[in-house]
């Protein structure tokens, strides 16, 4: 009541304007952002929310209009300022986006442009000086050794750093607030857990208000001071983050709410697992793959990238196996082993008794049919110039059915059967959603009636709602086909709702493999702990972050330490795991885990 | 695309696709005819095109009768008035130079369209197989297809039709034969890219074979960025014919080339401009409607794919 | 370190591509029909002298021998002697035939050096032309796509890659050298005579400048750190000159590696019609007389050139984006 709001929105609109009409994007947007206040903005994708967020930057450009309304702050409208006039103000209106690896020159160093940056909106401000500032900085959101990387290049830095280099970049100049849209989607959960430990410190520090929009409520909820939910452009409802969650009031808060997975609750489905007898489907043993990589630095020098390490597990008949991690753990290139795209350098994959790196002619066209893979990203994984019937076609003509009419009653089929229009036939893969695109995927995979499905992060790039249809559908085709899946994944949360069985891979290594229950519930390796403290949920956590993470990131793969290689961020970590490997141990009867506090508490060594 | 640029709804608003039963190349050939660049090229070229075809027997004039009486006589512009036996002058010998620029203008187009076959075949066909399969592979054509790229191809045809017969089946293979490696170079570049797409591993997965993959996946990739080159390359490899016809080296007299007539027509700048400079201006018209055909279509391709 | 290995690697390869382009036109002139004996000897000599010639010039050994003899020289710096041109100067035709001593013929390697410097003074000026001019015309219509700094550049590049150099010379010597008189043409008296072929070059190679420039310029102001550029708070100035220029230049660069090739074929046309006394002009006239060491010696030169420029534009490549590998 004291102080004025820092930013007003007042009856803003956002049109899309196109040679077929104008639509609208957002319509009615009213709120007040008080000072050092954190507004939360929830939204499915599509909602217009990244719209908002950058149209309280002033960043809507055609074919996107103002249609009406303001974006007030210190009495001046910042949609009508001209560009002369906004450019001084941008030093205390501060943006972070989703998107750090594209936000920065390729080109140029990632200090020197942080630097340009101050500059150019605080005049008179002294180039040593600036870069002083900088670098401190940079140590304040614990980017190691931050003298020697500021004069590195925005591609030698990770996803997570980039977006801490970011905040910097944002903070730099003492802003009065802050747009922060969707910061952490781009990030691994563990990364991410940090960088918004990192946020909520430095805004605090610097008496900033936030605008934190997210396509995750948990999120959201954790951060937020007072949370505006958005759906189809409107703001539908406004509360604080308990309040929203104990009693939400419009139908689509509701649906959102029911829709977050539930991990430890009563109400968290319960997978029942299959009788794990007779043969396994496939048995990855003992294998380990490595890649070289020629080294930049050197003349004729390779290193050696170790990204499958002695990995063996079985998966059975019917099971919903799960294997997950960060990106980099070398899920994928597990993935690649198992559906023979490669193959391993040690050890073996085996069908059927037989090891697949040695077949070949109609006995690999038969394991082909029987291991279908849907991959991760709707967009590269269609061939974009074909047509969706022929796409799914595709694998038919492959496996010798000849009959064009037949090929096209089988492509419909499976169409149907995954929620396809058949209208869609003819059509280029261009203008669908991500969710169609994936559906298409899975048809292409379901048309020669495999026994296995392989999901590489069939998942991740889709929202809420559409994995909750897809999920759906998946366990439809299963009972109906009796499928086998194997999920790859890095999302806790849709592991837990589906798979029976779950691998956890850290720097390409198996750290733990557990039933589900067990897992969640009894997790036997450190890291495992740490991937659930970092699940954003609504949930009282069973493990906080602060307990079961240290600080930093994965290590390269490159040139592995000695020892665990979890141990540069356990938090329970002792001498002898700096200087031996622990294998997997078992861990009850449900599990194992590669860790030596198992083994003083009295595990077995695995068979 | 990265995860964040889907989450922004003006990505997928306008599809494409929306019209049923209507081919992509149909309808990038429909964004291109409605362009007004393509139609004004589609018409230069089709009536030089018609009148290189009909002119010649249905003048019945002779591109190669030479008439000493009415030689050196000026274009209908300059003259004072107008002739149905030479409406753009006469050479030094009384030869028609209409007649004769049009059937100049038949070898050029046959010359520089076999020739862009040619290079386009065995340009992608290297290409796809150093970007394919990579490795060894692709060390040996690359430095085989740089070695072709360092040496100015021009140095290379006029060496070989310099020393040997020019015919026409001999020039179509020099110059086809000597500029191919721009497309061994994006045909490289693009299967190189899509190759690590996963849609050739889900192809891989589903059991398709290399050949099947590089025919019936990749291939219609790297036709869309190949077409534009290949039709400005039609308009470059017509020049180079001229250039080998103005040294000698091209189609040999008595047959009319654009290059021939205008080495001829330099002796006489002063007195008869018109024999050099004819030639040279059907040839830029044709070159120009050419170039104006392929970027438009270029740009509409663009148009339809969102720029991919 | 980086630069050193990048460097050695390079100049192997660079090695290799001389020699596979040398083994080429070895081949190529020994397998197409026509014997540089007879026309050094003269259409009246007798068999018997032009094969006696041929053998003393070991020109009816086997290929590979042949090859071998020639690398030997090439690998200690001897690119062999003329055929046809006396040390003293000015070609001999093929009218009479002097039996001359290997001594009087000119050393391939004079001629390239006198030629070179020549055609290097005319091949830089067009390059600067064709670079101005497509900065010109190209990043103004990078910067408005669709609008009519963008059809302008389209236009013109349309009409320039649609004239053939040739011609163009000839009509631009008749237009600004004879009518006009503003420029020299014909020959080489002193630094005028570079301009005008220079010009011609420029337009032969602007028009793929252009719409690399335009194109790629056009691509990068989509990027989205151009647009996040202006909300961090960066003028447009800075964002246009500083970054989006910055980044679009690298596939001009490479561009430019690549065209040179070209642009030593057009610098032959235009030496050629402009009777510019450079390597150009050195080349036909070898072709002409069948003059196979000079025409081999040529061919090393200018593949030299391609390669030693192509691993400098790489290495500024390097320079500007740190993320290319080479």
């Known amino acids: ?313 079985d998966v059975y008949p019917g099971e919903n196996f799960g294997i997950v991690g960060e990106s980099g753990c070398g899920k994928s290139s597990l993935m690649r082993l198992l559906s023979r795209l490669e193959s391993p350098d040690t050890g073996r994959v085996v069908c059927d008794g037989q090891d697949i790196a040695k077949l070949s002619g109609a006995e ?125 994944s890095h999302d806790m949360a849709m592991v837990r709702r589906v798979c029976n069985r779950i691998a956890v891979m850290y720097l390409g290594e198996v750290v733990e ?33 602060e307990d079961c993470l240290l600080e930093g990131e994965p290590p390269s793969p490159i040139d592995l330490p000695p020892g665990c290689s979890f141990a540069s961020r356990c938090p329970k970590a002792f001498g002898r795991c700096h200087a031996e490997s622990p294998v997997l141990t078992v861990d009850g009867k449900e599990g194992m885990a590669a860790c030596f506090l198992l083994e003083s508490a009295g595990g077995r060594i695995a068979a | 695309m990265s995860l964040a640029e889907t989450d922004v709804p003006l990505v997928v608003t306008e599809t494409p696709s929306n019209r049923k039963g209507v081919s992509v190349s149909r309808r990038i050939w429909r964004a291109a005819f409605a362009s007004y660049e393509f139609r004004v090229g589609l018409v230069v070229f089709a009536v030089l095109v018609a009148a290189a075809l009909l002119y010649p027997s249905l003048s019945g004039i002779d591109p190669t009768k030479m008439n000493v009486a009415g030689r050196l006589q000026a274009p209908w512009f300059l003259g004072d008035k107008w002739s149905w036996s030479a409406p753009l002058g006469t050479d030094q010998i009384g030869r028609d130079m209409l007649v004769r620029s049009l059937v100049g203008l038949r070898y050029s187009l046959l010359i520089g ?89 889900a192809a891989l997965v589903s059991g398709a074979s290399d050949l099947r993959i590089m025919a019936l996946l990749l291939a219609p990739l790297i036709l869309p960025p190949i077409v534009f080159i290949s ?71 663009n148009r339809i794919y969102g720029g991919a | 370190m980086f630069i050193l290995s990048f460097l050695v690697r390079r100049l192997l390869q660079g090695a290799l591509i001389i020699f596979l382009v040398t083994l080429l036109i070895f081949t190529l002139l020994r397998v197409v029909p026509g014997d540089p004996v007879r026309l050094m000897a003269g259409g009246m000599a007798p068999e018997a002298l032009i094969e006696q010639i041929a053998k003393q010039m070991g020109l009816r050994d086997p290929i590979l021998v042949q090859f071998g003899r020639y690398m030997a020289g090439v690998v200690q710096g001897d690119l062999g002697q003329s055929f046809v041109r006396p040390a003293s100067g000015a070609a001999t035709g093929g009218s009479g035939f002097s039996d001359a001593s290997r001594s009087d013929r000119a050393e391939v390697l004079t001629l390239i050096a006198d030629a070179l410097p020549m055609t290097l003074q005319l091949a830089a000026l067009a390059i600067a032309f ?54 020299p043409a014909i020959g080489y008296k002193g630094f005028a005579y570079t301009i005008l072929p220079a010009i011609v070059l420029a337009i032969e190679l602007a028009p793929v400048l252009i719409r690399n420039l335009t194109g790629s310029l056009a691509s990068v102001m989509q990027s989205p750190f151009i647009a996040v550029a202006r909300v ?38 235009v030496e050629f019609i402009f009777d510019y006394p450079g390597l150009g002009l050195l080349t036909v006239n070898a072709v002409m007389q069948r003059d196979f060491p000079l025409i081999q010696g040529i061919a090393i030169v200018s593949s030299a050139i391609f390669v030693l420029i192509n691993i400098g534009v790489d290495l500024i490549a390097t320079l500007i984006d740190p993320r290319l590998e080479y």
């Open chain 3, 130 to 183: 064709a670079l101005a001019f497509s900065f010109l015309v190209g990043v103004p219509g990078g910067l408005a796509p669709n609008r009519w700094p963008d059809r302008l550049a389209f236009y013109v590049s349309s009409i320039f890659v649609s004239l053939p150099n040739f011609w163009l010379g000839i009509v631009l010597a008749l237009l600004f050298s004879v009518k006009l008189g503003w420029l």
């Open chain 1, 1 to 313: 009541m004291a102080n004025p709001p820092v930013l007003s929105v007042r009856d803003l609109a956002v049109e899309l304007r196109t040679e077929s009409g104008t639509r609208s994007i957002l319509s009615d947007i009213s709120f007040d952002l008080e000072p050092r206040q954190i507004m939360g903005i929830i939204g499915a994708s599509g909602s217009g929310k990244t719209v908002l967020s950058r149209a309280l930057v002033n960043w809507i450009d055609p074919p996107l209009a103002i249609a009406s309304g303001s974006v007030i702050y210190k009495s001046q409208n910042i949609l009508e300022l001209p560009p002369g006039q906004l450019r001084p103000l941008r030093k205390e209106i501060a943006y972070v986006g989703a998107n750090p690896m594209g936000a920065l020159d390729p080109t140029l160093p990632v200090g020197a442009q942080i630097v340009e940056k101050i500059r150019a909106v605080v005049p008179g401000m002294d180039k040593a000086e600036a870069q002083r500032r900088v670098i401190e900085l940079l140590g304040a959101v614990r980017i190691p050794s931050p003298a020697q990387r500021f004069h590195e290049y925005p591609s030698q830095f990770s996803g997570g750093m980039m977006q801490r280099a970011l905040i910097v970049d944002a903070l730099a100049t003492n802003p009065a607030f802050l747009v922060a849209d969707n910061v952490t989607q781009p990030l691994d959960v563990t990364v991410a857990a940090q960088v918004m430990r990192l946020m909520r410190e430095l805004t605090e520090r610097f008496d900033t208000a936030v605008v934190f929009v997210s396509s995750s409520l948990p999120t959201v909820s954790e951060a937020a001071d007072q949370v505006l939910v958005l759906a189809d452009g409107r703001i539908v409802e406004r509360q604080t983050p308990a309040k929203l969650i104990r009693e939400p009031q419009h139908p689509y808060t509701v649906q959102l709410i029911s829709e977050i997975p539930q991990i430890w609750t009563a109400a968290a489905p319960v997978v029942e697992s299959p009788e794990r007898s007779g043969t396994p489907l496939i048995s990855i043993e003992d294998a380990t793959r490595t890649y070289r990589v020629r080294k930049r630095s050197s003349f004729a020098g390779y290193n050696n990238v170790r990204a499958v390490r002695n990995v063996t597990f």
């Open chain 3, 232 to 269: 961090r708070g960066l003028g447009r100035q800075r964002i246009v000159y500083g970054h989006a220029l910055r980044n679009a230049s690298v596939p001009l660069l490479n561009l430019l590696g690549i065209q040179i090739s070209g642009l030593l074929g057009g610098v032959l046309i």
């Open chain 2, 113 to 201: 369209f076999s020739t862009v076959v040619l290079m386009l075949a065995v340009g992608c066909t290297i290409g796809m197989l150093a970007g394919y399969y990579g490795g060894k592979v692709d060390l040996v054509l690359m430095r085989i297809t740089d070695a072709q790229l360092s040496i100015p191809m021009i140095i290379l045809a006029i060496t070989v039709l310099g020393v040997s017969r020019p015919t026409i089946p001999a020039i179509i293979l020099v110059l086809g034969l000597s500029s191919w490696p721009v497309y061994a170079r994006v045909t490289r570049s693009v299967v190189m890219t899509e190759r690590k797409q996963e849609y050739v591993r």
């Open chain 1, 364 to 488: 690999l066209l038969k394991f082909r049919r029987d291991f279908q893979l849907v991959l991760q990203d709707p967009f590269n994984s269609l061939p974009p110039r074909t047509s969706i019937g022929a796409i799914i076609e595709g694998p038919l003509k492959v496996h010798g059915v000849n009959s064009a009419a037949k090929r096209r009653e089988r492509a419909l089929a499976v169409m149907h059967e995954v929620g396809l229009s058949a209208a869609l036939y003819d059509e280029l893969p261009l203008g669908l959603s991500a969710g169609q695109r994936q559906r298409v995927n899975v048809a292409r995979a379901m048309v020669l009636e495999p026994k296995v499905l392989i999901m590489d992060e069939t998942l991740s790039s889709l929202d809420q709602t559409e994995q909750f249809k897809l999920l759906k559908l998946f366990s439809q085709l299963q009972a109906k086909h009796g499928l086998t899946y194997i999920f790859i």
């Open chain 1, 513 to 545: 493999i557990a039933d589900n229950g067990k897992l969640f519930f009894d997790p036997g390796h450190p890291y495992t702990k740490a991937l659930l403290s970092a699940i954003p949920t609504l949930e009282k956590r069973r493990y906080r972050p």
């Open chain 2, 231 to 301: 039709v400005l390359d039609v308009a470059r490899m017509m020049i180079f014919e001229s250039i080998l016809g103005f040294m000698g080296l091209g189609v040999q007299p008595p047959t009319p080339t654009f290059g021939s007539i205008i080495a001829d027509g330099r002796k006489y700048l002063l007195n008869a401009w018109w024999i050099a400079t004819m030639p040279g201006i059907f040839l830029c018209l044709t070159l120009t409607s050419v170039n104006l055909m392929g970027a438009s279509l270029e740009r509409a391709r």
